[in-house]
């Protein structure tokens, strides 16, 4: 079936360094990939998406490309801010359906 | 604003004690799920509607029941709670257009609801 796989965390950075959380993928036909974030005590929420092979979602500073070839989307930002401690979920969507497959999630935390 | 709401936001109960948690919706969005949280695994669906009185399981549903009577709500139902339900719940809503691939829809999620059975 289809699933979703990202790095491990948490992830402890200093304020201003550049981000990068890993995320593969294995799923059938052409999937929607999505990041989505939670900060603490809240739901979740949309960071960025993107639908096609090659489409680069960006939002708040982040980014992720969707790389076909390598089944991949890989969550960047150049300078991390305190105020981006959350955790960060790559998920998918397949088939036509709503449901989302969702990684584990990586734990991020950002010290001044 | 167009949000999605959960109540309660924290539950402590005992097994076997029936319980119910509500979510509702103000977006007119056809297609709601749930969702349950646990450490190490992400978020896995327990149910999902597609419109009124269209129900369906998702890949965790076993303990769980739903209702669909109205388009705004979709409440989680435990029959009988067990410990193993011991879970951050999360209902969440989106238009429904079937495409091809996957659906493209941006999904907006509740506030969660934390459940303990005690």
Same mark, same amino acid.
């Given at each position: 079936g289809d699933s979703v796989t990202q790095m491990e965390g948490p992830v402890t950075l200093s304020e201003e360094a550049f981000l990068t959380i890993n995320c593969t993928y294995t799923a059938t036909g052409y999937p929607s990939l999505f990041w989505y974030v939670q900060y603490p005590g809240e739901g979740l929420q949309l960071l960025l998406k993107a639908t096609k092979a090659d489409d680069k979602g960006s939002n708040k500073g982040f980014e992720a490309t969707y790389r076909k070839e390598t089944t991949s989307f890989h969550l960047e930002k150049g300078s991390v801010q305190v105020s981006d401690s959350a955790v960060y979920f790559c998920a998918l969507t397949s088939g036509g359906y709503n449901k989302l497959i969702f990684g584990a999630g990586t734990r991020l935390a950002v010290h001044p | 604003e167009a949000q999605v709401t959960q109540n309660p936001r924290y539950l402590i109960t005992v097994t076997g004690k029936k319980l119910t948690v509500t979510c509702s919706q103000n977006?007119?969005?056809?297609y709601m799920s749930w969702y349950r949280q646990d450490p190490g695994l992400g978020l896995r669906q327990i149910y999902y509607s597609m419109n009124v009185e269209v129900t369906d399981k998702g890949d965790v549903p076993e303990g769980y029941k739903v209702s669909r009577k109205e388009k705004r709500n979709f409440p989680l139902i435990l029959e009988s709670p067990s410990p193993n339900q011991t879970s951050l719940y999360f209902c969440a809503s989106s238009p429904l257009r079937i495409s !091809? !691939? !996957?659906?493209?829809d941006t999904q907006y999620f509740g506030p969660g609801t934390r459940l303990t059975v005690l």
């Amino acid at each position: 079936g289809d699933s979703v796989t990202q790095m491990e965390g948490p992830v402890t950075l200093s304020e201003e360094a550049f981000l990068t959380i890993n995320c593969t993928y294995t799923a059938t036909g052409y999937p929607s990939l999505f990041w989505y974030v939670q900060y603490p005590g809240e739901g979740l929420q949309l960071l960025l998406k993107a639908t096609k092979a090659d489409d680069k979602g960006s939002n708040k500073g982040f980014e992720a490309t969707y790389r076909k070839e390598t089944t991949s989307f890989h969550l960047e930002k150049g300078s991390v801010q305190v105020s981006d401690s959350a955790v960060y979920f790559c998920a998918l969507t397949s088939g036509g359906y709503n449901k989302l497959i969702f990684g584990a999630g990586t734990r991020l935390a950002v010290h001044p | 604003e167009a949000q999605v709401t959960q109540n309660p936001r924290y539950l402590i109960t005992v097994t076997g004690k029936k319980l119910t948690v509500t979510c509702s919706q103000n977006m007119n969005h056809e297609y709601m799920s749930w969702y349950r949280q646990d450490p190490g695994l992400g978020l896995r669906q327990i149910y999902y509607s597609m419109n009124v009185e269209v129900t369906d399981k998702g890949d965790v549903p076993e303990g769980y029941k739903v209702s669909r009577k109205e388009k705004r709500n979709f409440p989680l139902i435990l029959e009988s709670p067990s410990p193993n339900q011991t879970s951050l719940y999360f209902c969440a809503s989106s238009p429904l257009r079937i495409s !091809g !691939g !996957g659906s493209t829809d941006t999904q907006y999620f509740g506030p969660g609801t934390r459940l303990t059975v005690l």
